[in-house]
C-alpha cells in the first residue's frame, strides 16, 4: 500500500511501491548525466514515505546522496573521456542542447565551485554541470568535493522536506499551488538582487 502523494508526486507512488530506495537511485542517478528526470520530486517523494513508515528516513538519504554523487561523476567521466563531439552528438536526446551547455559553461568558466555546489538547486545547471566540469577538465579531487557538499545539502533539504511535510502533504501542495506563483516570483527578485549586489560589488572592486 502506497503513501497517499497528490498532484504530480502521485505519478512516482508505483515506482516507490514496486522498487523503494532503487528508484530513487536509478532516477536520482541518471538526472545526474543529464536526462530529464523528476529527481528532486522522488526525493520528496521519498521523504513523504519515510514520515509514513513505508521506507525508512535513512536510507533514502544515503540512497539520495550516492545516486547523486554517482551520477554527476558519470556525467564528469563522459564529459572529460567523451569529449565534445560526444555530448553534442548525443546530448539533445536527453534534452542536452548546444545552448544550454554553451551557458553552462560559460557560468562554469566564471564560478565553476559554485555551479558544482550551488548547481543541482537549478534545473538545467543541476543535469549539466557534471558534464560541464568535465569537458572543462576541472580537478576530479576538486570537483568530488564540492559536488558531495552540494549533493548532501541537495538531497536533505527536499528529502526532509518530504518528511516534514508527512501527512499534511496534500494541503501543502494546494496552497503551492494557489500561491506558487507568488512565491516563485519572490525568489526570482531575490536572485536578482543577490546577482545584481555582487555585479556592483565587483565593479566597485575593479
Known amino acids: 500500500m502506497s503513501a497517499q502523494l497528490p498532484g504530480i508526486f502521485d505519478t512516482l507512488a508505483p515506482s516507490l511501491d514496486r522498487y523503494g530506495y532503487a528508484a530513487i537511485g536509478v532516477l536520482v542517478g541518471l538526472e545526474g548525466i543529464g536526462i530529464p528526470l523528476p529527481g528532486q520530486l522522488i526525493l520528496i517523494a521519498g521523504g513523504i514515505y519515510a514520515a509514513s513508515g513505508h521506507l525508512a528516513l535513512i536510507p533514502v538519504l544515503v540512497a539520495g546522496l550516492l545516486a547523486a554523487v554517482a551520477g554527476d561523476n558519470a556525467g564528469y567521466a563522459i564529459g572529460r573521456y567523451g569529449g565534445r563531439e560526444l555530448v553534442l552528438r548525443f546530448g539533445p536526446y536527453v534534452l542536452l542542447t548546444p545552448d544550454r551547455l554553451a551557458r553552462t559553461e560559460r557560468f562554469f568558466a566564471r564560478r565553476g565551485h559554485l555551479v558544482v555546489s550551488i548547481g543541482r538547486f537549478v534545473d538545467g545547471l543541476r543535469q549539466a554541470s557534471g558534464i560541464a566540469a568535465g569537458l572543462a ?9 564540492y559536488n558531495a557538499l552540494g549533493s548532501a545539502v541537495w538531497v536533505t533539504v527536499w528529502v526532509l522536506a518530504g518528511y516534514l511535510a508527512g501527512n499534511h502533504i496534500e494541503t501543502l501542495y494546494a496552497a503551492f ?7 516563485l516570483a519572490t525568489c526570482a527578485a531575490v536572485a536578482f538582487a543577490v546577482l545584481a549586489g555582487l555585479a556592483m560589488r565587483r565593479r566597485q572592486q575593479a
Open 177 to 183: 499551488q494557489r500561491y506558487g506563483i507568488y512565491l
Open 137 to 145: 577538465r576541472m580537478n576530479w579531487r576538486r570537483y568530488l568535493a
